[in-house]
């Protein structure tokens, strides 16, 4: 099956997500960030995407915000902006 533009995978695709409100998201990663990011989800028996998720959800969590909107998490009012330490 191809995934260019127009083919039936894509229109496909793009149908369910169109249903079901999905959007996506694009990262760059070098080759062994990928590779780091396979071997982990294998290690969790997770899909790449929904280990992908869940870890921002965590990130979310770690920072005081609610993954679901975004939003500081009820009681973590104040900006946590910058607290993460860089990779």
Request: charged letters at 25%; one cysteine or more; a positive charge.
């Amino acid at each position: 099956m191809t995934y260019g533009a127009g083919s039936p995978a894509a229109l496909a695709t793009a149908r369910y997500r169109e249903r079901r409100g999905v959007k996506q998201a694009q990262i760059q990663v070098t080759p062994e960030d990928m590779a780091a990011l396979d071997a982990y989800a294998a290690a969790l028996g997770l899909p790449r995407a929904t280990m992908m998720r869940r870890c921002i959800a965590r990130c979310m969590i770690a920072d005081g915000y609610d993954p679901k909107t975004g939003k500081p998490a009820e009681g973590r009012a104040e900006d946590h902006e910058g607290d993460a330490p860089a990779p």
